[in-house]
T-cell receptor, first 112, second 114 residues
């Protein structure tokens, strides 16, 4: 039973570029959340997708957008990258509101 | 100030010793989750606590939720080098129990010396 899988594992971009990160949820999970984790900090909630719609959003600018597909997989898009976007981006999936979120290994994004 | 405060920030213990990590919320806790993270990797789910007074154990790790104090503790008995890592508490403190959005503490870095 595969857990949450994310791709790519590492990514290097330059300022101003755009990036797309991908996430496949754990089997049986229909809800996907994205988090940003800066070095030495806890994860910060970006947004959550359920039934292909953004259900809740954290305090992140519109440069951060996402999508959920009919097979429950999800993408995180970030436009106009700047140095402060360098972080570990984590995807988490869950099977319902009363179930824990399970995390993938993350995508390490570095902005030069 | 941080909505979820973890203490201590870091901890170094000798193998075999017991230890406790605390997580205190400035807001009402609707659910409290403990995760473990190896540096630069994903979070591994440990335990979920949803009711005041609830206590759960898995192997040598026990977590308790004190709803009145808006606090949770994670206790490790007879620590082993495999327990080393970053322990994070996450909680639903703004979604009213929906578990939509988890807020995390900054984590506690645990080192276990053999």
């Amino acid at each position: 039973d595969a857990g949450v899988t994310q791709s790519p594992t590492h990514l290097i971009k330059t300022r101003g570029q755009q990036v797309t990160l991908r996430c496949s949820p754990k089997s049986g999970h229909d809800t996907v959340s994205w988090y940003q984790q800066a070095l030495g900090q806890g994860p910060q909630f970006i947004f959550q997708y359920y039934e292909e719609e953004e259900r809740q959003r954290g305090n992140f600018p519109d440069r951060f957008s996402g999508h959920q597909f009919p097979n429950y997989s999800s993408e995180l898009n970030v436009n106009a990258l700047w140095l402060g976007d360098s972080a570990l981006y984590l995807c988490a999936s869950s099977a319902g509101n009363d179930q824990p979120q399970h995390f993938g290994d993350g995508t390490r994004l570095s902005i030069l | 100030s941080q909505e979820l405060e973890q203490s201590p920030q870091s901890l170094i213990v000798q193998e075999g010793k017991n230890l406790t990590i605390n997580c205190t919320s400035s807001k009402t806790l609707y659910g409290l989750y403990w995760y473990k993270q190896k540096y630069g990797e994903g979070l591994i789910f440990l335990m979920m606590l949803q009711k005041g007074g609830e206590e759960k154990s898995h192997e040598k790790i026990t977590a308790k939720l004190d709803e009145k104090k808006q606090q949770s503790s994670l206790h490790i008995t007879a620590s082993q080098p495999s327990h080393a890592g970053i322990y994070l508490c996450g909680a639903d403190i703004s979604s009213g129990g929906s578990n939509y959005k988890l807020t995390f503490g900054k984590g506690t870095l645990l080192t276990v010396n053999p």
